[in-house]
């Protein structure tokens, strides 16, 4: 996507989100909680994780595309560098201890090259930690098989089906297989979101509000969240991977 897309797509106010709890901060981004530096590559506009990860590292950088993202990164007070179109960051080799890449490799157009310059970018030893949804999620199965559609997830469907900004989609196999490719020695996969077996009504059309409503009102144990643990590439509705580079490179 270019730069000029997601400064509108910041703008918009679709995406902020809100601040995780402690319990998924730590859930999701443990591995470099003991880093002394962060790359947080496609930071976006730094509401959700920022606040706790740069409390947990001596030295924090949001990098984006979007330069309405950095201004507001760096009204925070935090540093921020600029993602050029070629996916690299003006940092010589080996600059962080870790990186995070949050929701972000669906969305590029080459996320090989992204996962390649945060290798190139860590030190020997360093550690990523990145999130994608999973296309193999037993409810986009279904959507795929009955309804020969994926969750490209647009802004408002209601007024626009056609402009989602989810460009690529990976399972637990093939997002494995990138950071591999991009030259990482030990990479692990596993799941860390609310997941639900109820979901597997998103794929039947209007019926499609059971999901809702048992997520809104029956316990993690009636939705049978602990599937995503056991069998992540099937119930896992986000993944993790959790990369480190050689210390030899």
């Not at 981004?29 to 990860?53: H, T, V």
């Amino acid at each position: 996507m270019k730069p000029t897309f997601y400064d509108s797509y910041w703008r918009s106010g679709y995406h902020l989100g809100d601040e995780w709890d402690p319990n998924r901060f730590h859930c999701v981004l443990g591995p470099i909680a003991n880093s002394d530096s962060i790359l947080d590559y496609g930071c976006g506009m730094g509401y959700n994780y920022q606040r706790p990860l740069v409390e947990a590292v001596e030295r924090y950088v949001g990098a984006d595309v979007s330069e309405t993202a950095l201004s507001n990164v760096r009204e925070k007070g935090y540093e921020a560098a600029k993602i050029g179109e070629d996916s690299r960051v003006d940092f010589p080799d080996g600059t962080f201890g870790g990186a995070v890449a949050i929701e972000v490799m669906e969305h590029l157009f080459d996320p090989l090259a992204a996962a390649k310059e945060l290798h190139r970018i860590l030190k020997p030893g360093g550690v990523l930690v990145a999130t994608v949804p999973n296309f193999g999620y037993h409810a986009w199965r279904l959507m795929a098989l009955i309804r020969a559609k994926v969750p490209s997830e647009p802004e408002d469907g209601s007024v626009n089906k056609f402009n989602g900004v989810h460009i690529r989609y990976f399972n637990t196999r093939t997002f494995k297989q990138l950071f591999l490719d991009a030259g990482f020695s030990d990479v692990s996969i596993d799941s860390f979101d609310d997941s639900s077996i109820w979901d597997v009504f998103w794929a039947l059309g209007p019926i499609g509000r059971i999901s809702a409503l048992a997520r809104d009102r029956l316990p993690q144990w009636l939705r049978l969240v602990w599937l995503q643990n056991l069998m992540p590439s099937v119930f896992a509705y986000r993944i993790r991977a959790v990369a480190r580079k050689a210390q030899d490179s």
